[in-house]
């Protein structure tokens, strides 16, 4: 049993002054896929520093995995040491309860915020202003198109990113020109426009006060921009990470894609490998940056190697090399700044026709609001997202189906 410690600067000491006492400990670390290949990768590192100690990673599928962690922090059992956390759940779980506070003592965090991109934190902090986790990678928001498919159709780059309404009707050209869709789905447009304009401490859906932002002008265009893409006939009606929705790409059957930089690195290992060298990035359509996924690590209150724990967080969001290790393997792209910063952002990628696209996801990057996060986000997400069907699929108005969304979240915020 690691000893206690009465100081953050005393951590790394603390847990090799217990030597022989860390023989046959066992990290648990949960995770879910492609997010554990980073551990995967870090296991030999990082046994390097802690030989002793093994690490037993419990991987389930992304939904399974969250289910899973809320299960065990609402019970406090079958906890791991280690958590991994998507974006689109750390709102729920800082507000829980269930989780270390990172940015108190022994921590003490707060001391390396700086040396992450700058709208990551903001991500990670409850209401109270607790820090829930350490950010590991992020999503800056690009746009991913078939260079092929365009060019067939007389559609440049440019046409794609000066506007929003000039997306929809550079959509129009490709499926006549093409046959093949613009998007995979309406709700795509949606759900990068909602992300983009913000301002620092603002959130997607709800304000500072906890005011529902739904009805709001963003989400009015949001919607405006995925029926008019319905109604011209350019979405493929087609959810991501559905067999259909990978089909597509194999296929050549949707010519852009709106999503974190990451999608890259999906696109290339496993979406549409026989794709490569067709695929160019861009920076999202009128000069919007945004960010789209983004993975943290936490310790659960209950963890049972807290300190071992903050050690390997530790090693795998500060240290520079590991970062940039999870970054060639994954294409994961670093939270911490200084492996930003490194050559490899600098060298071109081969699928995506040796483009140096690393260098607009880093612009990006800088360029994200610090947006803040609730707890009832995923509510909010669902809500929108089944009135969004009612307009695309029914009819249903726009400005009523904001106001009934708005009028829902309200109701089980309150519960």
Sequence with gaps: MLRRLIGPGALLLGVWAC???LAGTTLTVASFPSFDEAVKVAIPEFKKKFPDVEIKLVSLAYPDHHTAMTTALATGTKLP?????????IGRFAESGGLEDLGAAP???????KQFARFTYPQAMSGLGKL???PADIGPGA?????DLLDKAGVSEADLTKSWDGFVDAGKKVKAATGAYMIASAVDLKDIYIRSGLKDGEGIYFDKGGKVLVDSPRFQKAFELAKAARV???????????????????RDRIATQMMGAWLGGHLASWLAPDTKGNWRSAQLPAGAFASWGGSFYAIPKKAENKKLAWEF???MTLDKEQQLRAFRALDAFPS????????????PIAFLGEQKARQLWKVSANKIPATAVHRQDPVAQEIVNAELENVLEKGKDIKQALVDAKSQIEKRVRR
């Design 81 to 89: 040491d280690v958590m991994a956390v998507e974006i689109g759940f």
């Design 132 to 134: 829930a986790a350490i």
């Design 313 to 315: 967080i530790k090693f």
């Design 19 to 21: 030597g022989p006492a």
């Design 107 to 113: 921590y003490s965090a707060m001391q390396y915020q």
């Design 232 to 250: 011209s006939g350019i979405d493929a009606k087609t959810a991501a990470w559905s067999p259909e929705w990978g089909e597509g790409f194999k």
């Design 336 to 347: 911490l700044v200084a492996a930003q910063d490194d050559a490899f952002v600098d060298q």
């Design 143 to 147: 746009l991913f198109y078939r260079k």
